[in-house]
């Protein structure tokens, strides 16, 4: 069965002309296939891979650029979906009332100081020291005998 290679989705046709892949681009003229036979030449094979090296390079640098550009609003756009998505199904979310939100606020301050050993950075004596993380924020250096 025929097909249109600009409507199947697969097709290097479809993906250029749907602006996915690059069109317009001089490091694609290389990839074009030479049908000239040349005499082998060590000096001209050793130019030759060295630049099909760094046309890769340039080539790979421009798509990663391309791609960039393409994808540049699509967070803007996911944001904005996902609150779309959160203002329609609001009543599916739970509720916390005043109340409930200040007592819980109340508890946290309450619970106990963490303490946690991180090994200190080496320091010039034998001493050994502990830091404790407080739970404002912030941590406590402790030296330990």
Do not use: C
Not at 6 to 18: D, I, V
Not at 60 to 68: H, L
Request: glycine fraction near 4%.
């Amino acid at each position: 069965m025929k097909r249109n290679p600009r409507k199947l989705k697969w097709t290097k046709a479809f993906r250029k002309a749907a602006g996915k892949e690059m069109i317009v681009d001089s490091t694609l003229a290389f990839a074009a296939r030479r049908n000239i036979p040349v005499r082998y030449d060590r000096n001209l094979v050793a130019t030759t891979l060295k630049a099909m090296q760094r046309v890769s390079d340039i080539r790979a640098k421009r798509e990663r650029a391309f791609y960039k550009k393409r994808m540049a609003g699509n967070k803007e756009r996911e944001k904005a979906a996902n609150r779309k998505l959160v203002a329609e199904n609001e009543h599916l979310l739970p509720r916390i009332r005043a109340s409930e939100k200040m007592q819980h606020e109340a508890e946290q301050p309450l619970t106990e100081e963490m303490t946690m050993e991180i090994p200190a950075q080496k320091v010039k004596r034998k001493q050994e020291t502990k830091q404790r993380l407080l739970v404002g924020g912030g941590v406590e250096r402790m030296d330990v005998d």
